[in-house]
């Protein structure tokens, strides 16, 4: 038996998603597509998808830019960029997947190509059969969203809401806003247009196993729910640590957004809501949503003096990461030489709720550290009394709940055992579960995940309207502590170590240290 693709199921490239419900017909429709997301993330997601039989054989792609570029243009673009990290099945199966691809010229702004793009569209429902049902991936600089999803309302482009069948949905990317009143009032530009149940707001985060797995571990499990609490946990530290500076000329983007922006109102907060929600009443994605957008409620409305004292800043100098050399932050191209955006964000919150009040969350996230590394550490109370012998520096490391997000993707519980011998010494071990070695194979890329789900219509891995308000609450308190007039300036870091000195003085009040993950 052979898929859409004309490619045996047995296909031994199985970082796709194995192969579940296959989406309705549809055409997806990329604008961006000349830019890096496109060439990264969606193109392979969506070529892993097919190859793995999850996509509809009635699929279009459809590619939508100022270039005056031709089908044949487009698709020897992408060619070129998927073809690099392809599996040896590439060349069979490529020219199946670039029959698909369709290009359509037309500047954001300018209802002719929204014209030609209806035009087109409705071709390919006659000749691919796509039926009428569109996906739209706004894979663009923000300040066009607006404008985007105005034209496509205004040419006819986007259906009634109440419409099941043909579906018109659209996917944005982030940054969705840049404050509280900004995010707000592209919600309201985007309700115009469409209502809440089209609307898709991607956070790839959520799409990574690993971040789906904590779900699976807290509610697939009857063992940890019950000690999952104030009573009996002492601490959670999410740490998101990137080696990465700024790569691919991203200088420009992120020195208008910064670390707070860029990773912890979305990323960050997701990690947040899955670790502390309360148990939804099924997985519907109304009841996981409603779960996780009352963790967000849940922080605390702090003053401008509250953040000075719970939130660290910093930025990286020049270091060396891994034996090489590399410059600061004010050094890099694209960004201000007397830049104040931060590289570097750590803060101490805790969530004003039955469960968690008193317990401290830290959250840290930062480019330039020594390695890659993103991990939930859930600290478990120690025992009550201690009658073993535990040396002082090594109580902490036990009792401790790590879920590895990535890399060497898995979880690890520490706990005391006895040292053998006639001493009632105790040591540190570890159970420890990995991915690779449980199922044989690395987890699929979460852009597969995330894509194949919009096709189905499930919106449970997407940010809700008043999620994404309730974060930015949050974070815009930060924001306009850090604007206000004698706000500390971020403090330096060198490029290579675990951040500022600060951010362990964040801590220390509590007793903990940060973990070198
Ligand atoms: C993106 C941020 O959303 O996430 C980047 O804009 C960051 O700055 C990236 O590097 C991290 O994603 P991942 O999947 O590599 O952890």
């Given at each position: 038996?052979?898929?859409?693709?004309?490619?045996?199921?047995?296909?031994?490239?199985?970082?796709?998603?194995?192969?579940?419900?296959?989406?309705?017909?549809?055409?997806?429709?990329?604008?961006?597509?000349?830019?890096?997301?496109?060439?990264?993330?969606?193109?392979?997601?969506?070529?892993?998808?097919?190859?793995?039989?999850?996509?509809?054989?009635?699929?279009?792609?459809?590619?939508?830019?100022?270039?005056?570029?031709?089908?044949?243009?487009?698709?020897?673009?992408?060619?070129?960029?998927?073809?690099?990290?392809?599996?040896?099945?590439?060349?069979?199966?490529?020219?199946?997947?670039?029959?698909?691809?369709?290009?359509?010229?037309?500047?954001?702004?300018?209802?002719?190509?929204?014209?030609?793009?209806?035009?087109?569209?409705?071709?390919?429902?006659?000749?691919?059969?796509?039926?009428?049902?569109?996906?739209?991936?706004?894979?663009?600089?923000?300040?066009?969203?607006?404008?985007?999803?105005?034209?496509?309302?205004?040419?006819?482009?986007?259906?009634?809401?109440?419409?099941?069948?043909?579906?018109?949905?659209?996917?944005?990317?982030?940054?969705?806003?840049?404050?509280?009143?900004?995010?707000?009032?592209?919600?309201?530009?985007?309700?115009?247009?469409?209502?809440?149940?089209?609307?898709?707001?991607?956070?790839?985060?959520?799409?990574?196993?690993?971040?789906?797995?904590?779900?699976?571990?807290?509610?697939?499990?009857?063992?940890?729910?019950?000690?999952?609490?104030?009573?009996?946990?002492?601490?959670?530290?999410?740490?998101?640590?990137?080696?990465?500076?700024?790569?691919?000329?991203?200088?420009?983007?992120?020195?208008?957004?910064?670390?707070?922006?860029?990773?912890?109102?979305?990323?960050?907060?997701?990690?947040?809501?899955?670790?502390?929600?309360?148990?939804?009443?099924?997985?519907?994605?109304?009841?996981?949503?409603?779960?996780?957008?009352?963790?967000?409620?849940?922080?605390?409305?702090?003053?401008?003096?509250d953040v000075d004292k719970y939130?660290?800043?910093?930025?990286?100098?020049?270091?060396?990461?891994?034996?090489?050399?590399?410059?600061?932050?004010?050094?890099?191209?694209?960004?201000?030489?007397?830049?104040?955006?931060?590289?570097?964000?750590?803060?101490?919150?805790?969530?004003?709720?039955?469960?968690?009040?008193?317990?401290?969350?830290?959250?840290?996230?930062?480019?330039?550290?020594?390695k890659r590394a993103s991990e939930?550490?859930?600290?478990?109370?120690?025992?009550?009394?201690?009658?073993?012998?535990?040396?002082?520096?090594?109580?902490?490391?036990?009792?401790?709940?790590?879920?590895?997000?990535?890399?060497?993707?898995?979880?690890?519980?520490?706990?005391?055992?006895?040292?053998?011998?006639?001493?009632?010494?105790?040591?540190?071990?570890?159970?420890?579960?990995?991915?690779?070695?449980?199922?044989?194979?690395?987890p699929p890329e979460a852009y597969?995940?995330?894509?194949?789900?919009?096709?189905?219509?499930?919106?449970?891995?997407?940010?809700?309207?008043?999620?994404?308000?309730?974060?930015?609450?949050?974070?815009?308190?930060?924001?306009?502590?850090?604007?206000?007039?004698?706000?500390?300036?971020?403090?330096?870091?060198?490029?290579?170590?675990?951040?500022?000195?600060?951010?362990?003085?964040?801590?220390?009040?509590?007793?903990?240290?940060?973990?070198?993950?």
């Amino acid at each position: 038996m052979t898929d859409s693709l004309g490619v045996a199921d047995a296909n031994p490239l199985r970082q796709s998603l194995p192969r579940t419900r296959v989406p309705e017909p549809c055409a997806v429709v990329l604008f961006g597509v000349t830019g890096d997301l496109t060439h990264r993330k969606l193109v392979p997601a969506l070529y892993h998808l097919a190859l793995g039989g999850n996509l509809p054989s009635e699929c279009a792609i459809v590619g939508f830019a100022r270039r005056d570029w031709t089908d044949e243009q487009l698709r020897s673009e992408l060619e070129k960029s998927l073809s690099k990290g392809a599996g040896p099945d590439f060349a069979e199966a490529w020219p199946e997947f670039a029959n698909r691809i369709a290009f359509v010229s037309g500047t954001f702004d300018d209802p002719a190509g929204y014209a030609r793009l209806k035009e087109r569209l409705d071709q390919l429902d006659a000749t691919y059969g796509t039926r009428g049902n569109r996906l739209y991936y706004l894979a663009v600089s923000p300040e066009y969203f607006s404008t985007i999803i105005d034209h496509l309302g205004k040419a006819g482009l986007v259906y009634p809401s109440q419409q099941d069948s043909p579906w018109s949905r659209v996917v944005i990317e982030k940054p969705f806003g840049h404050d509280l009143a900004s995010a707000r009032a592209l919600n309201r530009d985007i309700s115009q247009v469409l209502d809440e149940s089209q609307v898709y707001r991607i956070d790839h985060y959520l799409g990574k196993e690993t971040v789906q797995n904590i779900l699976a571990l807290r509610f697939g499990n009857a063992i940890f729910e019950p000690i999952w609490n104030r009573r009996h946990v002492a601490s959670v530290q999410i740490t998101v640590a990137e080696e990465l500076g700024m790569a691919g000329g991203r200088g420009g983007y992120y020195d208008t957004s910064g670390a707070l922006r860029d990773m912890v109102q979305n990323h960050l907060m997701q990690l947040l809501c899955l670790v502390a929600m309360e148990p939804p009443v099924d997985l519907s994605a109304d009841a996981v949503r409603n779960e996780r957008v009352k963790v967000l409620d849940a922080l605390p409305k702090w003053t401008a003096e509250d953040v000075d004292k719970y939130v660290v800043r910093g930025q990286y100098t020049a270091g060396s990461i891994q034996g090489k050399d590399v410059p600061g932050y004010l050094e890099e191209k694209g960004v201000k030489p007397d830049s104040r955006t931060e590289t570097y964000v750590a803060l101490r919150v805790t969530l004003d709720n039955w469960r968690w009040a008193g317990v401290p969350f830290y959250l840290r996230t930062a480019k330039r550290l020594p390695k890659r590394a993103s991990e939930i550490a859930i600290q478990f109370r120690q025992p009550p009394t201690q009658m073993f012998e535990v040396e002082a520096d090594e109580a902490d490391g036990a009792n401790l709940l790590i879920l590895r997000i990535q890399p060497n993707e898995g979880a690890s519980l520490a706990f005391q055992a006895k040292v053998p011998g006639s001493r009632r010494r105790l040591q540190e071990v570890r159970m420890d579960f990995r991915y690779g070695t449980a199922f044989a194979t690395p987890p699929p890329e979460a852009y597969e995940r995330l894509l194949l789900d919009v096709m189905l219509g499930d919106p449970t891995l997407y940010t809700r309207t008043d999620a994404v308000e309730s974060a930015w609450r949050f974070c815009t308190t930060i924001l306009d502590a850090w604007n206000r007039e004698g706000a500390p300036p971020p403090v330096p870091y060198p490029a290579g170590t675990w951040g500022p000195d600060s951010a362990e003085k964040l801590v220390e009040g509590d007793g903990v240290t940060w973990r070198r993950v």
